[in-house]
């Protein structure tokens, strides 16, 4: 069964920096395209970042390029969303998500709609 694990959200000041891993089990995910997506109160689930299965390639939503950077480790089965200076704005629940076909892009979520998902992290961010 596969299993996506995230942790490092909590409660930072605007300008902070927050560091979110995702650890994936139940199968091998180096060969998979993974990201982060994020669901703010009363909006719906968005696109925040993408990495390619061979980390080779990221992709990043408009509102997060410059200030988040995606990374993984294929070795550990994990990725890593670096947020730094952070708004009120990025309060949302984190998801990380996996491809369920192998050898996706950084954009591979718009050809999966039904990724594997985690149970989502928390993150808030204080004016």
């Known amino acids: 069964q596969v299993q996506l694990v995230e942790s490092g959200g909590g409660l930072v000041q605007a300008g902070g920096s927050l560091r979110l891993s995702c650890v994936a089990s139940?199968?091998?995910?180096?060969?998979?395209?993974m990201g982060w997506f994020r669901q703010a109160p009363g909006k719906e689930r968005e696109f925040v970042s993408g990495?390619?299965?061979?980390?080779?390639?990221?992709a990043y939503a408009d509102s997060v390029k410059g200030r988040f950077t995606i990374s993984r480790d294929n070795a550990e089965n994990t990725v890593h969303l670096q947020m730094n200076s952070l708004k009120p704005e990025d309060t949302a629940v984190y998801f990380c998500?996996?491809?369920?076909?192998?050898?996706?892009?950084?954009?591979?979520?718009?050809?999966?709609?039904?990724?594997?998902w985690g149970q989502g992290t928390q993150v808030t961010v204080s004016s």
């Open positions: 998500a996996a491809d369920r076909s192998p050898y996706g892009g950084s954009n591979w979520y718009v050809k999966s709609p039904d990724p594997y």
């Open positions: 139940g199968r091998t995910f180096s060969g998979y395209a």
């Open positions: 990495i390619k299965w061979n980390g080779k390639s990221t």
